[in-house]
């Protein structure tokens, strides 16, 4: 008998979860809903529980306007009934754009968003809700402020950045303690093996510091630590290459 993965806290919040997250970017993309309700099946029977996304995947792609994975996450879940819910940890992010005017940190925008994104997840609330990068127009109290107000709503149970610098987070997390509002949580950095000085350093040691989670994403380089790309010639084979 396989025995689970081990779950592990999320910084200060009540998060537990195993320590592989199910990045959500091809949901609605590369995989189809026969295949992404495939790879979310095993993932949870695997043991793994943490399923991360964005508002904005896929977007970015042409032909796509954004929702696409929340879109079939929710559909996941509403295929697999209500059981599954309290059996997985439901991360998405806020501060892409997703079109003129829909964009950034700000509390009108960030109200908006969150309604948006638990109507196309299906489902009540969000476990980590995360500010996707960093919105140097929006005041720090302002978001601090509108995240802690959807935590007292019930929407959201967590919060975490992602792709802030050391010198933003450390603000964000003075700026809630001085406010008395709940702080970041978690930092999503990009971080590999390829790409290890945005994180090692500065970031690292004030997460250790302040006791904040970290979820890495791009843990194997777009695909390139794989082996799939060994030249040239290799990026034909890939419509993420």
């Known amino acids: 008998m396989t025995m689970p993965p081990p779950r592990r806290r999320l910084g200060h919040s009540t998060l ?13 993309w590369t995989a189809d809903a026969q295949r992404s309700f495939a790879l979310l099946d095993a993932f ?14 896929v977007r970015f792609i042409p032909g796509h306007q954004g929702g696409e994975s929340e879109r079939m996450i929710g559909a996941w879940l509403a295929a ?7 059996r997985v940890l439901i991360a998405t ?14 509390a009108e925008y960030i109200r908006r968003a969150v309604d948006r994104s638990l109507q196309r997840l299906n489902t ?29 709503a019930g929407k959201v149970r967590a919060i975490g950045a992602s792709n802030f610098s050391a010198a933003r987070l450390a603000a964000a997390l003075q700026t ?13 950095p ?11 350093g500065e ?15 791009s843990a194997l380089a777009g695909g390139f630590l794989t082996g799939k790309y060994r030249s040239t010639a290799d990026l034909g084979k890939s419509v993420r290459a």
């Open 124 to 152: 009540d609330y969000i476990d980590l809700y995360q500010a996707h990068r960093d919105d140097p127009q929006t005041p720090l109290e302002e978001t601090a402020m509108v995240f802690d107000e959807l935590i007292k």
């Open 190 to 200: 990009g971080y590999n093996l390829m790409q290890r000085t945005d994180y090692e």
């Open 203 to 217: 970031l690292a040691a004030l997460c250790a510091r302040e006791n904040v989670g970290v979820i890495a994403h």
């Open 44 to 57: 949870v029977e695997a043991g793994f529980n943490m399923i991360d996304t964005a508002d904005a995947y």
């Open 16 to 28: 537990e979860l195993a320590p592989l997250v199910f990045g959500g970017n091809v949901l609605g």
């Open 93 to 106: 992010k806020v501060g892409l754009e997703m079109g003129p005017g829909e964009s950034g940190l700000s």
């Open 176 to 188: 809630s303690d001085r406010l008395g509002v709940t702080r970041y949580a978690s930092l999503q």
């Open 80 to 86: 697999r009934g209500p059981a599954i819910r309290s």
